[in-house]
């Protein structure tokens, strides 16, 4: 953070718990943003952004266990001490249990103004032993969520290659 003091985002595979854990240069404290009973918090990314104030905002995959939505991204952001505001952005889900390896790849960044953009590959297909998937750029300006098209292909590609990261003014 600005004052040069850690904060770290993790889970507990055991009960499915997000915590965000700061540490003001004397002692550790530490936040409980969430608990699911149906989670993927350990099987795909967690990550942590601070905005230009300081303020932690997060995305998490949940599982939501459907066909083809199988794993959606919920982003979360505190709102006071302790207290967090987490939201399921919008057509954002993604993989099932015969894609379990694409629905757990996804990309988050905050822009210079704390404004959330995710970058996640969606329309999975599968070729040889190789799946593809288009990229899907969400974002959310003025406390609404956007979605496009941000690349389309028919190519086939690793999973650990068709990813991709958000940076931006």
């Given at each position: ?9 993790y ?48 995305t ?33 889900g ?76």
């Open positions: 953070d600005s004052q040069n003091q850690p904060r770290i985002l889970s507990r595979s055991s009960n499915c718990v997000l915590k965000y854990a700061s540490f003001d240069g004397v002692s550790w404290s530490t936040e409980t943003i969430t608990t699911q009973v149906n989670c993927a918090l350990t099987s795909g990314p967690i990550q942590l952004a601070l905005d230009a104030s300081g303020t932690p905002h997060v998490y995959l949940q599982y939501v266990g459907t066909a083809y939505m199988g794993y959606v991204v919920n982003y979360a952001h505190r709102t006071g001490l302790g207290a967090w505001d987490i939201e399921t952005i919008p057509n954002s993604g993989g099932d249990a015969n894609h379990n390896e694409w629905s757990t790849y996804f990309s988050f960044a905050l822009d210079r103004f704390g404004n959330p953009h995710v970058l996640r590959p969606m329309d999975y297909g599968t070729s040889s032993s190789y799946e593809y998937a288009n990229l899907t750029y969400f974002s959310k300006i003025g406390g609404v969520w956007s979605s496009e098209l941000f690349e389309q292909t028919t190519q086939v590609c690793d999973p650990s290659t068709c990813r991709g990261t958000y940076y931006g003014g």
